[in-house]
Each structure stands twice: as C-alpha cells, then as structure tokens.
C-alpha cells in the first residue's frame, strides 16, 4: 500500500485521507494525532468544515473523535440531528451539514497514535461494508503514521545533534575549552533556563555568543 512509502508524516496522512475518499462512501474526511498529554492535533482534513468541527472538539475537550482517541473505540454516529451523547457537538455538526460520523482509532498495539474520522452528508450513510473497509484502512494508516513519527523523531534528533557539535565547535574555539567542557556548559545553560538544548545550541550559533 502506497501509505508506507509517503516521504513524511504529512503526506502519510493525506494519502490516508485520500484513500478513504475512494474507498469509503464518506463526504469528508479527517485524521487527527495523539500528542503529548493524550491531547489531540489536527493532522489533515478534507475539507474546512472538518477543521472547524475538530478545533471545536480539542477546544472542549469532547466529542465523538476525543473518545476514540482516549478510549480507543470505535464512535459511530448514524445520525448527528438526533445524538444524546454529545448534544452540543449534534447541534453543531448537523448544522454545518454533517448527517453521520464514524472514528475509528489509529492504534500500534496499546498505543493510540490517532483517529480516522469520516462524515457523511446524508443520516445513516455508512454501511456495514463501509465500517469494514475503514477498519482495514485504519490498520494500514496506523502502521504507516507510526512509521512516520518515528521517522520525523530521529530526523529531530539527528539535527539536534548537529546543532549541539556545530554549538560545542564554537564554544571550544571561543573558550579554549575541549569537548567535554563545551557541552557541560551547553547543558548548564539549558538546565539553568528551562531551554531545550538544541534552542539554547541553535542560540550559540546564531550569535556566536552565550544566550544572556
């Protein structure tokens, strides 16, 4: 499947979308992320109207796509105008034209790594075969998402690292110190502002000086 090979995590998640579109009998489409905190981050949508009713979610911190994050079920809505669980998110799905909702959570194991969520403009628009399919599309998707953050994380880490030798080389040059004493005064500087070090070593090298 063509989800393993997007070059990051950008394009994972808009393949995914993509995808579901064409296999699944869905208007719109949208996945978010589980960050740190189990909160939620918008990944990719098909549509405004999906970031709208996401942002609306995170900001609450409830909704039918909050539970399948958290307790890593499946959420299915058939019908928005009539949704006791969440009136509030009824009210205002069914008035930005939303009938039906279904979101399956994107999970490695134990781990949650995000939520599929698919609408349907008309009550009732998702099948017995549609759930099917999304749960296999899920599987994928959770996989290949995972993939990329992994992906996206040793990027990260490898660029920190670059930063903090390039820091060190300055330091070591300006100070008349050697590695070990560059990088504990790296660390201190980090420690004693609650920087990350890779901010505190990227400060080094812009001004060539020690962050005041």
Same mark, same amino acid.
Request: charged residues 25%; negative net charge.
């Given at each position: 499947?063509?989800?393993?090979?997007?070059?990051?995590?950008?394009?994972? !998640?808009?393949?995914?979308?993509?995808?579901?579109?064409?296999?699944?009998?869905?208007?719109?489409?949208?996945?978010?992320?589980?960050?740190?905190? @189990?909160?939620?981050?918008? @990944?990719?949508?098909?549509?405004?109207?999906?970031?709208?009713?996401?942002?609306?979610?995170?900001?609450?911190?409830?909704?039918?796509?909050?539970?399948?994050?958290?307790?890593?079920?499946?959420?299915?809505?058939?019908?928005?105008?009539?949704?006791?669980?969440?009136?509030?998110?009824?009210?205002?799905?069914?008035?930005?034209?939303? @009938?039906?909702?279904?979101?399956?959570?994107?999970?490695?194991?134990?781990?949650?790594?995000?939520?599929?969520?698919?609408?349907?403009?008309?009550? @009732?628009?998702?099948? !017995?075969?549609?759930?099917?399919?999304?749960?296999?599309?899920?599987?994928?998707?959770?996989?290949?998402?995972?993939?990329?953050?992994?992906?996206?994380?040793?990027?990260?880490?490898?660029?920190?690292?670059?930063?903090?030798?390039?820091?060190?080389?300055?330091?070591?040059?300006?100070?008349?110190?050697?590695?070990?004493?560059?990088?504990?005064?790296?660390?201190?500087?980090?420690?004693?502002?609650?920087?990350?070090?890779?901010?505190?070593?990227?400060?080094?090298?812009?001004?060539?000086?020690?962050?005041?």
């Amino acid at each position: 499947m063509e989800l393993h090979s997007a070059p990051s995590m950008a394009d994972t !998640v808009e393949t995914v979308l993509q995808f579901a579109l064409q296999a699944v009998t869905c208007s719109h489409a949208g996945i978010t992320l589980a960050v740190r905190g @189990g909160r939620a981050e918008i @990944g990719a949508v098909t549509d405004p109207v999906i970031e709208t009713i996401f942002q609306w979610q995170i900001d609450v911190a409830d909704g039918p796509m909050i539970v399948a994050l958290h307790d890593q079920e499946v959420v299915t809505v058939d019908d928005t105008t009539n949704e006791p669980r969440w009136p509030d998110w009824s009210t205002k799905v069914s008035e930005l034209g939303i @009938g039906a909702a279904l979101h399956v959570p994107l999970a490695v194991g134990e781990r949650t790594v995000g939520v599929l969520s698919l609408y349907g403009d008309q009550p @009732g628009a998702f099948g !017995v075969d549609d759930l099917a399919v999304a749960h296999i599309l899920a599987r994928h998707a959770s996989i290949a998402v995972a993939e990329a953050r992994q992906e996206e994380t040793m990027a990260r880490a490898v660029d920190a690292r670059k930063l903090v030798g390039q820091a060190m080389g300055i330091l070591m040059m300006k100070f008349d110190v050697d590695g070990d004493r560059a990088f504990a005064i790296l660390k201190r500087y980090s420690q004693d502002n609650n920087r990350k070090l890779r901010d505190v070593a990227q400060e080094v090298i812009d001004t060539r000086k020690l962050p005041a």
